[in-house]
């Protein structure tokens, strides 16, 4: 199973994930959120991440042309869209260069039909923006394509979420908060949450 890990901010923050090597790392490069992070920062801290391991650039309802811009300058390889961004926005950015993940938040009422007929490269499914919880997964049983998953996940519930999704197309798992020790990734968190997600076939 595949492991992302998200909210990084500082070279502690780096030394942490090098340590454990996830597949992937986020960065949030849309300001006004907890964790958010500027251009420049990612762009030093990155000189320090292991190259194995893909920068992926979270944005909330962001300009398409400077994701764009990020894209091309090698800032990031994935973009991931975690705001209203529509169809026509995900073709936009698709134009370019590097994947797109497009997040669906789950709650009572969600149209998994939606979500698998997205024009992104990948979908992820999340309980809000940073909410720290889980939601019901058996809203997204049986869905059609790979996915992420996030939302309240961490070291312990990991392998619980890929056997109660086994018959889904669970790809990878996404978090943040859970990892976090007084607002920094803690290198022993990470490394149990990376070790329990690469266990699983």
């Known amino acids: 199973m595949k492991i992302k890990i998200c909210?990084?901010?500082?070279?502690?923050?780096?030394?942490?994930?090098?340590?454990?090597?996830?597949?992937?790392?986020?960065?949030?490069?849309?300001?006004?959120?907890?964790?958010?992070?500027?251009?420049?920062?990612?762009?030093?801290?990155?000189?320090?991440?292991?190259?194995?391991?893909?920068?992926?650039g979270v944005f909330v309802n962001d300009d398409p042309a400077r994701i764009k811009r990020l894209l091309y300058n090698g800032l990031i390889d994935i973009v991931q869209l975690h705001g209203d961004e529509d169809d026509e926005y995900i073709n936009e950015l698709k134009s370019g260069s590097g994947s797109i993940v497009k997040v669906f938040k789950v709650k009572e009422g969600f149209d998994l039909a939606k979500a698998e007929s997205s024009p992104a490269d990948m979908i992820m499914f999340d309980a809000g923006e940073g909410s720290g919880e889980t939601f019901n997964w058996d809203l997204i049983k049986g869905c059609k394509r790979p996915f992420i998953?996030?939302?309240?996940?961490?070291?312990?519930?990991?392998?619980?979420?890929?056997?109660?999704?086994?018959?889904?197309?669970?790809?990878?798992?996404?978090m943040s908060s859970s990892v976090d020790i007084k607002g920094h990734k803690d290198p022993e968190l990470v490394m149990q949450a990376v070790n329990e997600a690469h266990s699983i076939a």
């Open 7 to 56: 909210g990084l901010r500082t070279p502690g923050d780096i030394n942490a994930v090098n340590e454990a090597m996830p597949d992937y790392v986020g960065f949030i490069l849309t300001d006004g959120f907890k964790r958010s992070v500027d251009e420049e920062t990612v762009q030093f801290i990155c000189k320090l991440l292991d190259p194995m391991i893909q920068r992926v």
């Open 149 to 174: 998953l996030a939302g309240g996940l961490g070291p312990g519930n990991i392998t619980k979420a890929c056997e109660e999704l086994k018959d889904s197309g669970l790809y990878a798992v996404d």
